[in-house]
């Protein structure tokens, strides 16, 4: 049977993170965080004094950059020369220059290929912004979660992280090459009201009553 993938798109900070592990840790399915492969390639140009507005250097630093992707304790990591940049990633240099590396049309090939290879680690819960409409358009099972502008500003400030969300998403949605948008057939959930255990307990369900269904139809 091939793996199952489940698709979590959605804006910046719409909760895509939190609920991610949480449903990958009831479901027993392995857990991917994309965002953190871009971040983790906007750091390496960062470390590698490459300027991210210029995206045939961008292009040629993704073609050349020595990369491993391992599976640790059910989430993948991308490993630059052998180093994982945890921390690094996060920072707010970072999170600055990731969405002009993301816009890149050759990292998102690259890109795209790496995160189709994560099957290779089982059934797998993917997080990102393009996962329901092109990493893996084929998937029965797309959620998108989207929250006020407010409410996202506020869950960032309490992780202690100002950024510019609107800006972030504006150049999500805008870029030419797989923009942020609602996959076809992904079921929309705006958690502003939610707590992220409703949340997840909503995804969760819906992905057991479509599993069951899917067993049924095959008995
Ligand atoms: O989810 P995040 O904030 O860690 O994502 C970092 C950036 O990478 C964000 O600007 C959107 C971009 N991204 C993307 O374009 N496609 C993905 N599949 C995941 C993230």
Not at 64 to 70: G, R, Y
Not at 75 to 93: D, F, H, M
Not at 103 to 115: C, G, I, N, S, Y
Request: charged fraction near 25%; include cysteine; hydrophobic fraction near 40%.
């Amino acid at each position: 049977m091939l793996p199952i993938v489940i698709a979590i798109d959605g804006t910046s900070a719409s909760g895509k993170s939190t609920n991610a592990k949480l449903i990958s840790k009831s479901l027993g399915f392995t857990y991917v965080d994309t965002g953190a492969m871009y971040r983790t390639l906007a750091w390496f140009c960062i470390t590698q004094k490459i300027d991210v507005n210029d995206p045939k250097k961008v292009a040629a630093a993704c073609a050349k950059w020595k990369t491993t992707l391992e599976c640790v304790e059910a989430q993948t990591r991308l490993l630059v020369n052998g180093y994982y940049p945890a921390k690094e990633i996060r920072s707010a240099e970072t999170s600055a220059a990731v969405a002009h590396v993301a816009a890149v049309p050759k990292v998102r090939d690259w890109m795209k290929k790496l995160q189709r290879s994560c099957t290779k680690f089982g059934n797998l819960v993917m997080e990102g912004r393009d996962i329901g409409s092109v990493v893996f358009p084929d998937t029965d099972f797309k959620f998108y979660l989207d929250a006020t502008l407010d409410e996202r500003k506020r869950r960032r400030s309490a992780e202690g992280v100002e950024e510019d969300l609107a800006g972030r998403d504006q150049r999500d949605s805008q870029r030419a090459t797989a923009p942020l948008m609602i996959p076809l057939g992904a079921i929309v959930i705006n958690n502003s009201g939610l707590t992220a255990e409703e949340t997840s307990q909503q995804i969760v369900a819906h992905i057991k009553q479509r599993l069951s269904q899917s067993t049924a139809g095959s008995a």
